[in-house]
């Protein structure tokens, strides 16, 4: 069941994306925000029921309509809400529209459109980076979207399906991801959403929910693209990024696509952390970029290989798993 579920909201959503401005975003925002009004008094203990209401609530809610649907109506009944589920958690038109500008901007040379894109879209300060430098950065945001709207949600999602938790995955691993973001602090005086206390918390579960599938995302690409190169980025230049989980990823696809990454790009990164009052913990060593050629216009289009690829191979693993299921 699960492999029909996502093929269908993968073509659905590619037929007709999602809008950004849409009420289920918009009211998982308001819950958001109002869990840590009402929860967030500034102590741990505080912290984790907050992020467990505005978490598993709503994974709870997506699960219980699954088994009423089950075992209520029937299973095609089951499909129908684990498609609408993941047509709302799952997809590349979530963030494709930002690579494809970049990209667009890019080629045709106009590098102050790009950076005034790259930064709307991360909501940063990229000043005058060079062309290099925005093409750096756009390879490394687009491989972590890739991450996770797509793959970490097919992680969660198909691991959870199997033991007979329909979409509650789904719902965990981006609701998981979306408040460590949303509640994290902002730099310029904005009034915050959540205390000290509730934006480690929020991080440290996310960095717990995003471990596995990181790791199999990086396999993934690894399978799909150059594999040696991508183990061997993966084992030795990871711990180059500030994230450990982010790291994986991106050491990966570096590998994976003989492109270096990091150096200014992960620089700018830090330094975007360190303005939010986070202390970046990297470890820069004697290099502060992954080997390989530098990034040129030519690798955009090799990422969006690599990921159509890796989709490719996860959707005919579920196929196989599905077939040997029925047969079996």
């Not at 047509?87 to 529209?97: A, I, V």
């Not at 925005?134 to 992680?155: D, M, T």
């Not at 180059?240 to 991106?250: A, Q, R, S, T, Y």
Request: glycine fraction near 10%; proline fraction near 4%.
């Amino acid at each position: 069941m699960s492999f029909f579920a996502i093929l269908f909201a993968l073509l659905i959503e590619q037929a007709r994306p999602l809008a950004g401005s849409n009420p289920i975003h918009a009211g998982l925002r308001a819950w958001s925000l109002s869990v840590s009004r009402n929860f967030d008094a500034g102590k741990p203990h505080h912290a984790w029921v907050a992020w467990c209401a505005a978490v598993l609530v709503p994974a709870l809610l997506v699960l219980g309509v699954h088994w009423l649907l089950f075992w209520g109506l029937g299973w095609p009944f089951a499909v129908v809400w684990n498609v609408a589920v993941l047509y709302l958690t799952l997809g590349f038109r979530q963030f494709s529209h930002h690579f494809t500008g970049l990209r667009d901007a890019l080629e045709e040379g106009d590098a102050e459109r790009a950076r005034e894109l790259l930064a709307r879209w991360q909501k940063v300060d990229v000043g005058d980076l060079p062309r290099s430098e925005l093409v750096r950065h756009v390879i490394e945001y687009s491989a972590l979207a890739s991450h996770r709207h797509v793959f970490g949600v097919l992680a969660w999602y198909s691991g959870l399906a199997a033991l007979g938790l329909g979409p509650l995955g789904a719902v965990l691993y981006r609701m998981a991801e979306f408040v460590s973001r949303y509640w994290k602090a902002r730099p310029g005086g904005e009034v915050q959403r959540a205390s000290a206390a509730l934006q480690e918390a929020a991080a440290k579960a996310w960095m717990v929910v995003d471990w596995l599938p990181a790791r199999l995302t990086a396999l993934c690409f690894a399978v799909v693209g150059s594999f040696e190169e991508a183990i061997e980025g993966w084992r030795f230049q990871a711990q180059h990024f500030p994230n450990d989980n982010d790291g994986v990823v991106l050491a990966a696809t570096a590998g994976a696509l003989n492109v270096r990454l990091g150096g200014e790009a992960l620089k700018a990164r830090v330094d975007a952390l360190a303005q939010q009052g986070f202390s970046a913990d990297v470890g820069i060593g004697d290099s502060t970029s992954t080997p390989g050629r530098e990034p040129e216009i030519g690798h955009l289009r090799s990422v969006v290989g690599l990921v159509w690829r890796s989709v490719v191979v996860w959707m005919l693993l579920l196929a196989l798993l599905t077939l040997a299921r029925l047969l079996g």
